[in-house]
């Protein structure tokens, strides 16, 4: 099985650049995945107009069970067929959705009761309120993926009519790559982004700045790309600059930039061969840093919030102090028996909130600032902070700041607008992802390393399900937009360079 496993890798990576993007395509179209969504859907609802009241503690259960194991089943399937879609925002989009709302909304029914307290110490919930919120999951959930499925089904224009240029296969052309990327990314990150996150820069640091320092994480990745197929040397620096990373995130008390940095590395080792054994070990790694590291972001996070009142401020040095603080016995003042890990992925409690706000007459306005996303702000110094939003929510619940707090966009569309909402919300989103899905797939079947920076946005914006839509998905959207016609003109002048060099080549062959 493992060898038929290894052939069928293998046969991906020699079909031609358009059948493997429509290959990858075609297995993002799951119409089996989509009836058994409808069936669960269908019993939500006549469930919740029905007013089962007995049977909501069973759905509560039994619902995020088959919502996981439909989603994680497509997610496996669509691998099986094709290996690039690895990089599909809508993949991404499923394996987060299993994870939050469906394993997530779970949670609350499996963990033990001081978690259950510590969950509903941010908004109470009952049985019924639990349901409602499921019921908008899936509702929102489904929409996304049938819209998904009517966009991909579409006559489409696959993305080389507007990003020709050459492809970027050799090993040269992949170090390459791998060197801009880190130095250009790597002054965003370690320049701006985090000294701005330890407090060390004033004032408001632009999204866009934020937003292509990822840049470095390609890099990285691509550096593990040329290691494995080319020098195996070069693993190596690869792998001191991932224990870099590392030391900086849990320093940063950033857990979600611990995670990327981990499955982007992942990722690239497994870019030669992606054996089973490799996934689950990735994969097992991957979950217990996860694990491991909750209970520190929250002993740090609750320590800068004591000494600055917000997660921002302290040096790198104080920082280290923290973490050693919580080496050496300052985890024994975090519970042992709060499962903190599994609690962080719930999001019921704080969807509950906002769906109750709505149904109280009190909707959200988290769209106001979508248009000023558009404009730099170079342009507009007094722009609104788009990221505030969930600085804002966590002063709603709490009464205090220091903190963030998300809803996700299904209970974000609801919070606005109700049921009626929340198809025409998610018929943007599905619009915005298939967009990437598509490019993506062109890109990474003709192996264009220049891009795989609005690839790599295009799969965040797939994994940040959790967060609100202006800032993680129209303001990503945006920039990755703008960042990828910067690179096709930087593509289209090295495509004339390359033909430029190849001419008189050529005609000095004719001559021979």
């Not at 019921?135 to 991909?152: C, E, T």
């Not at 994480?217 to 550096?223: A, F, H, M, R």
């Not at 008390?253 to 996934?279: H, N, P, Q, Y």
């Not at 003709?446 to 920076?453: D, E, I, M, S, V």
Request: charged residues 15%.
């Amino acid at each position: 099985m493992m060898r038929a496993a290894g052939r069928r890798h293998n046969a991906q990576r020699e079909l031609p650049p358009d059948m493997a993007a429509a290959n990858a395509l075609a297995a993002m179209r799951r119409s089996g995945e989509l009836l058994l969504l409808g069936v669960l859907l269908a019993v939500y609802s006549l469930a919740y107009a029905l007013d089962f009241s007995t049977f909501y503690e069973v759905m509560n259960v039994a619902g995020p069970v088959a919502f996981t194991s439909i989603l994680c089943w497509s997610c496996y399937s669509i691998l099986r067929q094709s290996p690039i879609a690895v990089w599909a925002p809508l993949l991404w989009f499923r394996l987060a959705c299993a994870a939050y709302y469906g394993f997530g909304a779970l949670v609350p029914h499996i963990v033990n009761d001081e978690t259950l307290l510590h969950i509903y110490s941010l908004y109470y919930f009952d049985e019924r309120l639990n349901f409602k919120v499921n019921v908008v999951y899936s509702f929102g959930i489904a929409s996304v993926l049938l819209f998904s499925q009517l966009f991909l089904s579409m006559k489409k224009t696959y993305a080389s009519t507007w990003f020709g240029g050459t492809e970027h296969k050799g090993g040269a052309e992949t170090l390459l790559f791998a060197s801009l990327f880190l130095g250009a990314g790597g002054l965003l990150r370690y320049g701006f982004a985090i000294p701005y996150s330890f407090g060390l820069i004033d004032g408001v640091l632009p999204g866009i700045v934020i937003t292509l320092s990822t840049m470095y994480y390609v890099g990285i990745y691509l550096l593990i790309v040329y290691g494995v197929n080319y020098n195996r040397k070069i693993l190596l620096l690869a792998c001191i600059l991932i224990g870099l990373d590392i030391v900086v995130s849990v320093a940063s008390f950033a857990k979600t930039e611990l995670l990327i940095i981990m499955i982007f590395s992942f990722l690239g080792f497994i870019s030669r061969e992606a054996s089973r054994t490799k996934i689950v070990v990735g994969t097992c790694c991957v979950l217990a840093a996860y694990f491991a590291f909750q209970s520190l972001v929250g002993y740090g996070r609750e320590e800068l919030i004591s000494r600055y009142g917000e997660i921002r401020g302290a040096g790198l040095n104080e920082r280290w102090e923290i973490v050693q603080s919580y080496l050496n016995g300052g985890q024994e003042t975090v519970s042992t028996t709060n499962q903190g890990g599994l609690s962080r992925l719930s999001y019921v409690n704080a969807d509950a909130f906002v769906v109750d706000r709505y149904d109280a007459g009190i909707p959200g306005n988290t769209l106001y600032n979508a248009a000023a996303v558009l404009v730099p702000r170079v342009l507009w110094p007094d722009k609104p902070i788009i990221t505030q939003l969930g600085t804002d929510l966590n002063l709603l619940v709490f009464r205090q700041e220091g903190s963030s707090l998300g809803v996700g966009h299904f209970a974000e569309a609801y919070w606005n607008f109700g049921w009626w909402g929340i198809a025409p919300f998610m018929a943007v989103l599905a619009l915005i992802l298939t967009v990437f899905t598509r490019f993506s797939m062109r890109m990474m079947a003709c192996r264009k390393w220049l891009f795989l920076p609005v690839v790599f946005i295009g799969v965040k914006m797939g994994l940040r399900v959790d967060g609100f839509f202006v800032p993680d998905i129209i303001g990503a959207a945006w920039i990755a937009i703008c960042l990828g016609l910067a690179l096709a003109s930087v593509d289209a002048m090295i495509g004339k360079l390359t033909l430029r060099k190849r001419l008189p080549a050529q005609r000095q062959i004719r001559r021979a």
